[in-house]
């Protein structure tokens, strides 16, 4: 488990950009918080090491942004999404497919997705600018 403490977003970003180090093809991040906890600000941390240059925003209402680099970054919203359905229609599996990097936010509304093999990443609101972020690395549901 790794716990980042921020004091801002310049923070917060510089968390995502140190974890970003850890990911891998293939890997998928599971965001959950509170809106305006600084997931989408985390992303561009995780961004700007993976795919430099990029112009991270909130997926909100396209529901998937793809950054391009070293290994490509598929930022996903899931806020408006409400069944496993329709994840499945957007194409989110052929994403998975795609070897990038998944970058989920919302993914509390999708309990199935969470049985897959990923890493939690829960921001929690602590002060004005402050945030607690705790990230765990999950195995997966096994029967």
């Not at 509170?34 to 240059?53: H, N, Y």
């Not at 930022?75 to 194409?91: A, M, T, V």
């Not at 890493?119 to 705790?134: C, E, H, L």
Request: overall charge negative; charged content about 25%; proline content about 4%.
């Amino acid at each position: 488990m790794r716990v980042y403490q921020t004091e801002s977003r310049e923070q917060t970003v510089a968390a995502g950009r140190d974890f970003a180090r850890v990911l891998r093809r293939g890997d998928i991040v599971a965001f959950s918080g509170d809106l305006g906890a600084g997931k989408t600000a985390f992303c561009e941390g995780i961004a700007s090491l993976l795919c430099p240059g990029a112009e991270v925003s909130s997926p909100t209402f396209v529901i998937v942004q793809e950054y391009e680099g070293n290994i490509p970054i598929f930022h996903f919203d899931l806020y408006r999404i409400g069944s496993f359905d329709e994840l499945y229609n957007i194409g989110f599996f052929d994403y998975l497919e795609r070897g990038g990097v998944c970058l989920i936010e919302w993914s509390e509304n999708i309990p199935e997705l969470l049985d897959e093999p990923h890493y939690a990443v829960d921001i929690r609101v602590t002060g004005a600018g402050s945030r607690s972020i705790t990230i765990t690395e999950k195995r997966g549901e096994t029967p």
